[in-house]
């Protein structure tokens, strides 16, 4: 006759919950949902208007220094073509009374061709649209920016040697000498 010999384990302490002391409190929390902010991730859909009414747009999506995009210069770029074709429209909002269309935030590009005698104030300009706009009998005006010129004087360093009639020692001493 053969007996069934009991498992070790089932005569150890915390077999069935391993510390958590009743077993339901530790089994896999099916249904009894989460706690908190939990399950609030991207695909939370149920919630995502709830949160965003309470943290805003940024809660969702990464953020902080390890995400940080590298700053790229913005460039505004418009085409001479682009110019020609838009003329009026860009005389009334960028337009002033001397009739110089001012364009300071743009770089003036050469792709296209232009007819119109045109004054542009601009960041800057490429070489093709500027002989372009030239040809065509108008003016392009952009600042040019000084650069401070740093003056330095230059200081010559000469040595002034001095003796010391008690104790017959001599000193140099540092002089510099503006010129």
Excluded: C
């Excluded at 929390?29 to 902010?37: E, I």
């Excluded at 990464?62 to 110019?83: A, F, M, Q, W």
């Excluded at 296209?112 to 004054?119: A, D, P, Q, R």
């Amino acid at each position: 006759m053969k007996l069934k010999r009991r498992h070790k384990v089932s005569r150890m302490h915390g077999r069935g919950t391993h510390g958590w002391g009743a077993r339901k409190k530790h089994m896999g929390s099916g249904h009894r949902g989460g706690v908190g902010m939990a399950g609030t991730g991207k695909k939370a859909g149920q919630k995502i208007m709830h949160i965003q009414k309470m943290y805003g747009t940024e809660y969702f999506g990464k953020s902080g220094i390890t995400s940080r995009k590298t700053k790229r210069e913005k460039n505004d770029v418009l085409n001479i073509g682009y110019i020609e074709a838009n003329l009026e429209a860009l005389k009334k909002k960028f337009g002033n009374k001397e009739g110089i269309i001012d364009l300071k935030k743009y770089k003036i590009l050469g792709e296209g061709e232009i007819k119109s005698k045109v004054s542009i104030k601009a960041r800057a300009v490429s070489e093709g649209a500027r002989e372009k706009i030239e040809k065509a009998g108008g003016k392009v005006i952009v600042p040019e920016f000084k650069k401070e010129d740093k003056v330095e004087e230059k200081t010559e360093k000469t040595a002034e040697v001095k003796t010391n009639p008690k104790t017959k020692t001599t000193e140099k001493t540092k002089k510099e000498v503006k010129k």
